[in-house]
C-alpha cells in the first residue's frame, strides 16, 4: 500500500499515513508545522506533499518519544532547518533526568482492532523497525540516539510553536510523556496515542504504563467538545461529538 494523503481544507490539516502511522501537516500561512514524523522516509513524503500544495516546516514537534512517532525527525529537522519540539518529559529522557517507560507487549496486544484497521504496508513495517535503531524509544534500551538533543520542550497548556491557536495538552496513560495539541476554534484533538480509533469510533488506548494517569486524561478530554478526532494510529474522526459513540 503506498503514502495515503488526505486533505482536510476545512481545517488546515494534511494526513499522511502509511498503514497504521499517520503524520500530519497543520498548515498556517505559506508554512507547516509537521507532527510525529514517525517513519526514516517522512522527510521525503513531507517534501512531495508540499511539492504540490506549497509552504514550508518551520516545526516539527511529536505527541511522545516513541520511535514510530519520531524516527523521521531528525532526517526532516536537518533538511528543512525547523526547529524540533518534543513533550518535555521526552526532553528529560534525553538529558537523563528521567527514565522512559513502555506498555508491555501484553498491553500491545490488546490494541489489535487499530493495527487491523488498515491493511498492511510492508514498507511501513520496515521503516517501523528502522526507525527503533535511528531515534526514540520503546524497548528495553529506552532512548536511542543522540539525534534528538537540543529539541526544545512542549509544556502543557503553552502555546504549540509554529501555528496560532493550538494548545498543548499533557495526557500521560499511554506513556508518561504522551502529548496531545488541542484547536478550539476548529474543535480539532490531534491525541497521539492517547487517543485511538477503530471502527470509525473513538478508542481511549487500552496500551498504557499509568492506568490511573490514563483515567484522568480521559477525564479531561471527555471535557473537550472535539468534532475532528487525529489519531497516532487508526483512521480519523469527524462527528459533532467524536465521545458519544466511542469505542
Known amino acids: 500500500m503506498s503514502l495515503i494523503v488526505e486533505h482536510y481544507?476545512?481545517?488546515g490539516i494534511t494526513r499522511l499515513s502509511r498503514w497504521?502511522?499517520?503524520?500530519?501537516?497543520?498548515?498556517?500561512?505559506?508554512?507547516?508545522?509537521v507532527v510525529d514524523p514517525g517513519l526514516p522516509g517522512s522527510r521525503d513524503d513531507v517534501a512531495g506533499v508540499l511539492s504540490v500544495l506549497g509552504g514550508t516546516v518551520t516545526a516539527v514537534v511529536a505527541t511522545h518519544g516513541?520511535?514510530?512517532?519520531?524516527?523521521?525527525?531528525?532526517?526532516?529537522?536537518?533538511?528543512?532547518?525547523?526547529?524540533?519540539?518534543?513533550?518535555?518529559?521526552?526532553?528529560?529522557?534525553?538529558?537523563g533526568s528521567q527514565q522512559p517507560r513502555t506498555p508491555s507487549l501484553s498491553k500491545v496486544a490488546?490494541?489489535?482492532?487499530?493495527?487491523?484497521?488498515?491493511?498492511?504496508?510492508?514498507a511501513a513495517l520496515i521503516g517501523f523497525v528502522r526507525g527503533a535503531q535511528i531515534a526514540g524509544y520503546g524497548g528495553a534500551k529506552g532512548m536511542v540516539g543522540q539525534a534528538l538533543r537540543?529539541?526544545?520542550?512542549l509544556v502543557d497548556g503553552q502555546p504549540l510553536p509554529g501555528v496560532p491557536g493550538w494548545e498543548i495538552l499533557s495526557v500521560p496513560g499511554h506513556t508518561d510523556d504522551s502529548t496531545a495539541f488541542w484547536h478550539a476554534q476548529s474543535a480539532t484533538l490531534i491525541?497521539?496515542?492517547a487517543v485511538l480509533s477503530a471502527g470509525d469510533r473513538?478508542?481511549?488506548?487500552?496500551?498504557?504504563?499509568?492506568?490511573?494517569a490514563a483515567a484522568r486524561t480521559e477525564g479531561r478530554l471527555r471535557e473537550l467538545p472535539v468534532e475532528h478526532l487525529l489519531p497516532g494510529h487508526g483512521l480519523p474522526v469527524h462527528s459533532r461529538d467524536v465521545w458519544v459513540d466511542r469505542r
Open 9 to 11: 481544507g476545512d481545517i
Open 20 to 33: 497504521i502511522f499517520n503524520c500530519y501537516l497543520i498548515h498556517g500561512d505559506r508554512s507547516c508545522v
Open 66 to 95: 516513541h520511535s514510530d512517532h519520531v524516527a523521521g525527525a531528525p532526517a526532516l529537522v536537518g533538511e528543512s532547518g525547523a526547529a524540533l519540539h518534543l513533550p518535555a518529559v521526552t526532553v528529560g529522557y534525553l538529558d
Open 110 to 122: 490488546q490494541i489489535w482492532p487499530t493495527l487491523l484497521s488498515q491493511p498492511l504496508d510492508t
Open 150 to 153: 537540543g529539541a526544545r520542550p
Open 191 to 193: 491525541s497521539g496515542d
Open 202 to 212: 473513538a478508542w481511549f488506548t487500552p496500551e498504557t504504563v499509568d492506568d490511573g
